[in-house]
T-cell receptor
Framework: GAVVSQHPSWVICKSGTSVKIECRSLDFQATTMFWYRQFPKQSLMLMAT?????????EQGVEKDKFLINHASLTLSTLTVTSAHPEDSSFYIC???????????????FGPGTRLTVL | GQQVMQIPQYQHVQEGEDFTTYCNSS?????IQWYKQRPGGHPVFLIQ?????EVKKQKRLTFQFGEAKKNSSLHITATQTTDVGTYFCAGGDYKLSFGAGTTVTVRA
């Protein structure tokens, strides 16, 4: 399957600081990437859809000014958690659609996730 | 929006036994995808089902897509300790809607 990387794998920061998380598709070009958040023992919750060259689309209830998304190239999307607070502590996972899979819906491949802890 | 329900939430299985996890959608799905997430890990793609009534097998795992394309199931035979993890179904045309997941533990 396709490979998606995420950096950093974990980060601890102080309340009020901003944290940037990178998501890269390593062996394919992804025009669309997705950002999810997962709390312990819960399912994945879609935060936003990141489209290369255009503005991200946010799900209802997700603050776009707090979770800044930039999809500057076909292989890189970044999520910046601005002015992070302890309630933002979570597991953030990105995924990328692989257009080569050719199904009705392109298969999504997930990055390894970033565990954010805000003190 | 589209909702995908998944049961059971937890499945504690004796090693060697079979079990099934079920997924139901409130609307017809164009396809359904299954993922496995090991403890501390990230979701790993298992399979995608597209056709009505489709059945696919991966060794001891059997995936089914219902005739109405509103439900799906994952059946695992002869459970092994390597099957431990959370299994998610997800459906959607573009954005995936994930079920709550079935967390599987195995007793030897």
């Amino acid at each position: 399957g396709a490979v998606v990387s995420q950096h950093p794998s974990w980060v601890i920061c102080k309340s009020g600081t901003s944290v940037k998380i990178e998501c890269r598709s390593l062996d394919f070009q992804a025009t669309t990437m997705f950002w999810y958040r997962q709390f312990p023992k819960q399912s994945l919750m879609l935060m936003a859809t990141s489209n290369e060259g255009s503005k991200a689309t946010y799900e209802q209830g997700v603050e776009k000014d707090k979770f800044l998304i930039n999809h500057a190239s076909l292989t890189l999307s970044t999520l910046t958690v601005t002015s992070a607070h302890p309630e933002d502590s979570s597991f953030y996972i990105c995924s990328a659609r692989d257009p080569r899979t050719g199904g009705i819906t392109d298969t999504q491949y997930f990055g390894p996730g970033t565990r954010l802890t805000v003190l | 929006g589209q909702q995908v329900m998944q049961i059971p939430q937890y499945q504690h299985v004796q090693e060697g036994e079979d079990f099934t996890t079920y997924c139901n959608s409130s609307t017809t799905l164009s396809n359904i995808q299954w993922y496995k997430q090991r403890p501390g890990g990230h979701p790993v793609f298992l399979i995608q089902l597209v056709k009505s009534g489709e059945v696919k097998k991966q060794k001891r795992l059997t995936f089914q897509f219902g005739e109405a394309k509103k439900n799906s199931s994952l059946h695992i035979t002869a459970t092994q300790t390597t099957d431990v993890g959370t299994y998610f179904c997800a459906g959607g045309d573009y954005k995936l809607s994930f079920g709550a997941g079935t967390t599987v533990t195995v007793r030897a």
